[in-house]
């Protein structure tokens, strides 16, 4: 990958931002293995950037929670403990139930962010097992990530976002994505939002992450 061809397609951001886009690809794809060490070097000719977009955007990595930084060994691939998942399970039942009710208290019918909603349901349902499963993590992320958003709370937002792509990590590692059943709850809550009823929207995100978390501790505690 060549700079130019980093910055084509992405509005122009900074580039520091594009190359910690695609340092998470590459962590949450499996591409870059838990415990991997990151070398700085090896990167930029990867990506065809110099060392200073990757110093910086391994920094933006390590504020979210996919690297460690280790004093005079570098940076590492985080591994998630199943006591890293459970924290992580903590402050989903604290935002997301809170981002479910303020976007169904916020948004219109026929906005653009709840038809993007709906069309990310309908891909899925349409492509079922036949999508793979970058792709379905990547649009997991986009629909919550949406719900969010349609809240305009920009403090909730630059709060939650980071948390939603930290639990694409453990999802891609750990959840079913294409057994259409680990989608099913996603069309109860959107309908509440779209409906714009706050209650059933806070109750239906709140068992959605419980669900998951249910799903996911046998799982964790066997790893």
Do not use: C
């Not at 962010?113 to 499963?133: H, M, N, Y």
């Not at 409906?195 to 068992?207: Q, T």
């Amino acid at each position: 990958m060549t700079t130019d061809s980093v910055l084509v397609g992405d509005g122009h951001r900074p580039l520091r931002d594009v190359v910690a886009s695609e340092l998470r690809r590459l962590i949450l794809d499996g591409s870059l293995e838990p415990g991997e060490r990151l070398v700085e070097d090896r990167l930029a000719q990867q990506l065809g950037v110099s060392r200073n977009p990757i110093r910086e955007a391994m920094r933006v990595l390590e504020a979210e929670g996919f690297l460690d930084v280790v004093s005079r060994r570098g940076a590492f691939v985080a591994t998630l403990s199943a006591q890293q998942a459970e924290e992580l399970f903590q402050v989903r039942l604290a935002l997301e139930p809170l981002g479910a009710r303020l976007a169904a208290s916020a948004t219109k019918p026929g906005g653009a962010l709840i038809a993007r909603a709906w069309a990310i349901l309908d891909l899925v349902r349409d492509s079922g097992p036949e999508q793979d499963l970058d792709t379905l993590s990547t649009l997991h992320t986009e629909l919550h990530s949406l719900i969010f958003e349609m809240t305009g709370n920009d403090y909730l937002i630059a709060l939650a976002i980071p948390m939603v792509k930290r639990g694409q990590w453990l999802l891609r590692q750990s959840a079913p994505l294409q057994n259409p059943s680990a989608w099913a709850e996603h069309h109860g809550l959107i309908e509440a939002i779209a409906a714009g009823d706050p209650e059933l929207a806070e109750a239906a995100a709140r068992h959605h992450v419980l669900s998951v978390r249910n799903a996911l501790r046998p799982h964790l505690q066997q790893d």
